[in-house]
């Protein structure tokens, strides 16, 4: 069956603006996590949408955002981008129940200039 | 809060060489652990993981033990090969039952094995 898919695979913005990502779970998954990861800081767990909920949060800045709709695809929102917000964004899905394996996507590179 | 140390390298070694990465962690509870393998230019991909003191996860001819203990999930293969060249994460669940859902990860020990 099909992998993660993640759109776009690179993105560029300017300081200021806003993106959104997308991300498609493997079919039959109901919870999507989303994590940044950067060269200083790694990664770091954004947030986890399970059913359309938002289940589980990290501690970024409220300018992070996503939203999960009822097939389960997600979405996170970035926005007045800064320069620190330069990263690979991962997205990783699982059925959502305990111990289950998450299951990456390839990434979104995301360069604010 | 909880806390993952892993070894960051970079680890160079010969094909056939035994390789290990070190990795400890700070939790309250008794959380999963879980070692991740990203390859370039793709996502993790989950390589073994361990949910209980003193389970063995294994997978690929790499093992790793969680030691209560000494708060620690090193990872282990006997002889590695060209293509284990890839970075290994060590991670921990950070939900109180143990989903994987939220991941504290390590920064990362970046791998490359020479012919």
């Known amino acids: 069956k099909a992998g993660v898919t993640q759109t776009p695979r690179y993105l560029i913005k300017t300081r200021g603006q806003q993106v959104t990502l997308s991300c498609s779970p493997i079919?039959?998954?109901?919870?999507v996590s989303w994590y940044q990861q950067t060269p200083g800081q790694g990664l770091q767990f954004l947030f986890e949408?399970?059913?359309?909920?938002?289940?589980n949060k990290g501690n970024f800045p409220g300018r992070f955002s996503g939203r999960q709709f009822s097939n389960s695809r997600s979405e996170m929102n970035v926005s007045t981008l800064e320069l620190g917000d330069s990263a690979l964004y991962l997205c990783?899905?699982?059925?959502?129940?305990?111990?289950?394996?998450?299951?990456f996507g390839p990434g979104t590179r995301l360069t604010v200039l | 809060g909880n806390s993952v140390t892993q070894m960051e390298g970079p680890v160079t070694l010969s094909e056939e060489a035994f390789l290990t990465i070190n990795c400890t962690y700070t939790a309250t509870g008794y959380p999963s652990l879980f070692w991740y393998v990203q390859y370039p230019g793709e996502g993790l991909q989950l390589l073994l993981k361990?949910?209980?003191?003193?389970d063995k996860g294994s997978n690929k001819g790499f093992e790793a033990t969680y030691r209560k203990e000494t708060t620690s999930f090193h990872l282990e293969k006997g002889s590695v090969q060209v293509s284990d060249s890839a970075v290994y994460f060590c991670?921990?669940?950070?939900?109180?039952?143990?989903?994987?859902?939220?991941?504290?990860f390590g920064k990362g020990t970046k791998l490359t094995v020479n012919p």
């Open positions: 991670a921990l669940s950070d939900l109180p039952g143990g989903g994987s859902e939220k991941l504290v």
């Open positions: 079919s039959g998954h109901r919870s």
């Open positions: 361990a949910t209980k003191a003193d």
């Open positions: 949408y399970f059913s359309e909920t938002q289940r």
């Open positions: 990783a899905s699982s059925l959502g129940e305990q111990y289950n394996e998450q299951f």
